[in-house]
């Protein structure tokens, strides 16, 4: 059964996107699914959130057309492998948007992953840029990583437009994995409040599970670790093995 590749994308910084693509590729790894995450966002937060450097080759190479089997590299932790990032990969945005056909560079790269992950994570860039829009245009799925706060719908509409434009010209089996609300404060109003407008509008597509607040979460990339290898019994920990065990269903 081959594998599927997930973008990560949101237009907006700081809603979890990241920490969300570094937690779901360590926690169905340690399940014993063949897991891979490419960091395509110049800051290198998911390279830095495995503990990882990108010394010699990163996904700038995948979009100069290497090949996954060339540029992957084994984690310490088992099953999950890694494509980082390097600063570079700044320059390469400005690079593709100057080729005509610069939005399939990476679909050609990772066409064989599907044979050798069951679960790719492409963590993007927090703008939608030629570095997403390679990603979307590789990907089966799009998760979509939504901050619990009061913006959150009308940047979720521009974003599901932007991927609906992408489907329509360049990746027509392009798919919606699913919403996840992150970050979200069980003790405000206003946390429910979002929670409940987006699953009103979204429905089905809203994960059941909401990622919180969760300080031992928001640590863990210090120490260059997962929420699971940092204090498995966190409640951010909890929740992405449950967000984990519910996109395998979805999937």
């Given at each position: 059964?081959?594998?599927?590749?997930?973008?990560?994308?949101?237009?907006?910084?700081?809603?979890?996107?990241?920490?969300?693509?570094?937690?779901?590729?360590?926690?169905?790894?340690?399940?014993?699914?063949?897991a891979l995450l490419?960091?395509?966002?110049?800051?290198?937060?998911?390279?830095?959130?495995?503990?990882?450097?990108?010394?010699?080759?990163?996904?700038?190479?995948l979009l100069d057309?290497?090949?996954?089997?060339?540029?992957?590299?084994?984690?310490?932790?088992?099953?999950?492998?890694?494509?980082?990032?390097?600063?570079?990969?700044?320059?390469?945005?400005?690079?593709?948007?100057?080729?005509?056909?610069g939005e399939r560079?990476?679909?050609?790269?990772?066409?064989?992953?599907?044979?050798?992950?069951?679960?790719?994570?492409?963590?993007?860039?927090?703008?939608?840029?030629?570095?997403?829009?390679?990603?979307?245009?590789?990907?089966?799925?799009?998760?979509?990583?939504?901050?619990?706060?009061?913006?959150?719908?009308?940047?979720?509409?521009?974003?599901?437009?932007?991927?609906?434009?992408?489907?329509?010209?360049?990746?027509?089996?392009?798919?919606?994995?699913?919403?996840?609300?992150?970050?979200?404060?069980?003790?405000?109003?206003?946390?429910?409040?979002?929670?409940?407008?987006?699953?009103?509008?979204?429905?089905?597509?809203?994960?059941?599970?909401?990622?919180?607040?969760?300080?031992?979460?928001?640590?863990?990339?210090?120490?260059?670790?997962?929420?699971?290898?940092?204090?498995?019994?966190?409640?951010?920990?909890?929740?992405?093995?449950?967000?984990?065990?519910?996109?395998?269903?979805?999937?």
């Amino acid at each position: 059964m081959p594998g599927t590749i997930y973008a990560l994308a949101n237009q907006k910084g700081g809603v979890g996107k990241t920490t969300t693509a570094v937690n779901l590729a360590a926690c169905l790894a340690e399940a014993g699914e063949q897991a891979l995450l490419v960091d395509l966002d110049p800051q290198a937060n998911a390279t830095s959130g495995l503990g990882e450097k990108a010394n010699g080759s990163s996904s700038y190479d995948l979009l100069d057309g290497a090949s996954v089997a060339e540029v992957a590299r084994p984690t310490r932790f088992a099953n999950l492998q890694l494509v980082p990032a390097k600063p570079e990969l700044a320059g390469a945005a400005v690079e593709l948007g100057r080729h005509a056909d610069g939005e399939r560079y990476l679909q050609a790269s990772l066409a064989g992953a599907r044979d050798r992950y069951r679960f790719v994570f492409l963590d993007c860039p927090p703008s939608f840029g030629p570095l997403t829009v390679n990603a979307l245009a590789a990907a089966d799925r799009v998760l979509v990583p939504v901050q619990a706060e009061y913006y959150a719908l009308e940047g979720l509409s521009q974003l599901l437009g932007s991927i609906e434009l992408v489907k329509k010209r360049l990746n027509p089996r392009l798919g919606i994995a699913g919403i996840l609300l992150t970050m979200v404060d069980g003790r405000t109003r206003l946390a429910a409040e979002v929670e409940a407008e987006v699953r009103r509008h979204f429905g089905e597509l809203v994960f059941t599970t909401t990622v919180p607040r969760s300080v031992r979460l928001a640590e863990a990339p210090s120490h260059g670790l997962p929420a699971i290898a940092y204090d498995r019994r966190s409640s951010g920990a909890e929740a992405y093995w449950k967000v984990a065990m519910e996109l395998v269903e979805r999937s």
